[in-house]
């Protein structure tokens, strides 16, 4: 029998149909190799020039802004979806409303060298782009016109991913987007019955049930939504009830680091190098929601592209997935890394 499961977080429901089961195999595909030019790729030492002058670097001492010598760099993205200039307006056209595309649009290279990827990355170099969203979430929520920051990296055609050496995006948008509201609603709602934060029960329930629990370190805890929409989609969330991606320590970045480090090579190594997500979910800013502090909670998600989301999906705003968690965080579980 297949099994309709609710999505409390986005609202929607997701169908496991235990006939078209599959195991990680059945996902794999060819991995593809569009590696480019090296010489050509506007995020080499040396080729600082083809990217918009950086915003915020960490750098080998004594060397200058856009030169080399940077272990990570923040650019603007040359071809941005949204642009800080001229102010944020609404307009009526008719029947219809439209703003000025007011936002941010940055790129984060993850590191000067081409083919390393983020699952061959050390506990440092993670945590030295942690950093730099950190960095970038306090500079950017300094403009009052922006309501949310989207931190996300998109690994793999399949997920997105035009270039191949290692980055990352930051969209910021002068308006809280869907998902977004819809998670605080839902979140507010249960606060405003249970006088709790749902997140932080559903952890204490993951770790009572013990069945979708794929990793655990002092300060996080990763494990396979009970309603994943996603075959293997894993989300890392601190233990420690916390609003806010950016209030986050130096000791918690270590354990955040080394969280994503093991699920990003169990990922990989399970699945064969599949496409991948990576998205942060944290609050709004700039915006006053009553007791928000209380009842959101931050999140990474890990969300692999093994599925193609289709007709259905756009039409009905469900999902379907063919791996219940309960089997996917057993076979990350048991992946020797
Ligand atoms: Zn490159
Ligand atoms: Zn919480």
Redesign the pocket.
Known sequence: MPEIRYNFLKDTYVIFSAERAKRPHDYFREPEAEIGIVEKCPFEYGNEDKTPPEVFAIREKGTKPNTPGWKIRVVPNKYPALKPEDNFLEKQEGLFKKFTGYGYHEIIIETPDHFKQIYNFSVEEIKLLLISIKNRFQEISKDKNIKYIQYFKNYGKEAGCSLFHSHSQIIATPLIPKEVATKISQLKGFYKKEKS?Y??KEIDFELKENKRIVYENESFIAYCPYYSIFPFEVRVIPKK??NRFDNINEKEMTFLSKALKVITQKIYKTLNNPAFNIILYTNPVNTDIEHIEKFN?WYIEILPRVNIMAGFEFGTGWYINTTYPEDASQFLKESDI
């Open positions: 934060c997140l932080c009830h916390s909670h």
